[in-house]
């Protein structure tokens, strides 16, 4: 059986980022799709597959032995990585969840997080506040992905401690790095957020609450950032 059919762009986009031959543990694995392809592609031997319910985990399972993997991935009931060993796992993953419960998961074991350990993540939701954790806490994005599926363009964040250069608001919304590297589908995805955002000050516009006034000067602040971005980019 070829595991490389359960997996989508977004899930391959993940398993591009991890190392060959790291240790990894992959937080909230639902399905373990993640782990199996990467063991059976031989780019890991073996893997800690992590989930805070009981059904998920017995997906995994159910998987895992369908793949005859037993004794190349464990699983472990866990809430985030509060359950992983220290020298467990030098690239951890956390994946297919919103950015806020991705920063609480770090947040609660952040002692795990030393200079030897990579994070792979991908929040389906406020990565902008998952770029803002990681400046605030000591790391450092080291590279970023897009993955398109349909109309919905997922972004995959490799970060490790370290300093992090931020230079306006905007970067936490579009990572320089995108930009910097004409990664594919950046283009794209900026001209995505600026129509976000605009959509978002045409609301807060015809609304006229007096307490969307710093909401507003924010959002308004923020696309002139994202103009002169795109601005840059004209010439890609």
């Known amino acids: 059986m070829n595991a490389e059919k359960n997996m989508t762009p977004r899930l391959l986009a993940i398993a591009d980022c991890v190392s060959q031959n790291a240790k990894i543990a992959d937080v909230g694995t639902d399905h373990a799709y993640i782990p199996i392809y990467l063991v059976q592609k031989g780019k890991i031997s073996s893997a800690l597959a992590m989930d805070i319910n009981r059904g998920p985990l017995l997906r995994a399972e ?4 369908k793949f005859q993997l037993q004794e190349n991935i464990v699983t472990r009931l866990s809430d985030g990585i509060k359950e992983l060993k220290a020298g467990e796992a030098d690239e951890i993953i956390v994946a297919g969840m919103g950015g806020i419960l991705i920063c ?3 947040e609660a074991k952040k002692e795990l997080l030393t200079k030897d350990v990579r994070l792979i993540l991908q929040p389906m939701t406020a990565a902008e506040e998952v770029r803002k954790y990681l400046h605030h806490n ?5 590279e970023e992905r897009l993955a398109k599926e349909g109309n919905k363009i997922y972004q995959i964040l490799t970060a490790q401690v370290g300093d992090m250069e ?3 608001e905007a970067d936490y919304y579009i990572s320089p790095y995108l930009l910097t590297n004409h990664v594919p589908l950046a283009k794209e995805f900026l001209i995505f957020k600026i129509r976000e955002f605009e959509k978002i000050l045409r609301g807060l516009t015809a609304a006229k609450r007096e307490n969307a006034n710093d909401r507003e000067v924010y959002v308004r602040n923020l696309l002139d950032e994202l103009y002169e971005i795109k601005e840059g980019c004209s010439q890609w």
């Open 104 to 106: 609480e998961i770090l």
């Open 62 to 65: 159910n998987n895992i032995a």
């Open 138 to 142: 000591g790391f450092c994005i080291k």
């Open 166 to 168: 931020v230079n306006r």
